[in-house]
């Protein structure tokens, strides 16, 4: 877990992930620069957002920089773990990627 955008790119651009979770409000790079830096770099696998911002152009912000899903906090678990198998793949298949 990196604690900070800048951080997190790096750690993203070398290690392949199944799933991404990042923060809209992080310091030195946000979750919506920072995810729509990743799209541009070619990861392609999904990014799930947390985030304290609920309105609705917060929302569009998020799925304009790139984002599969936008969750708001308080986060119910249950919520968080349903995100998470919607991107799940079955067992032995690859991750599911969506446009």
Do not use: H, W
């Amino acid at each position: 877990m990196e604690r900070d955008g800048l951080s997190a790119r790096e750690r993203a651009l070398k290690e392949t992930f199944d799933l991404i979770v990042l923060d809209i409000q992080m310091p030195l790079l946000d979750g919506n620069a920072l995810c729509a830096e990743l799209r541009t770099a070619g990861i392609r696998g999904p990014i799930i957002a947390l985030s304290a911002s609920a309105l609705p152009s917060d929302v569009t912000r998020g799925t304009t920089a790139g984002f599969n899903a936008y969750l708001t906090k308080p986060i119910r678990p249950a919520d968080l773990r349903a995100a998470v198998r919607r991107f799940q793949p079955p067992v032995g298949e690859p991750p599911r990627v969506d446009p």
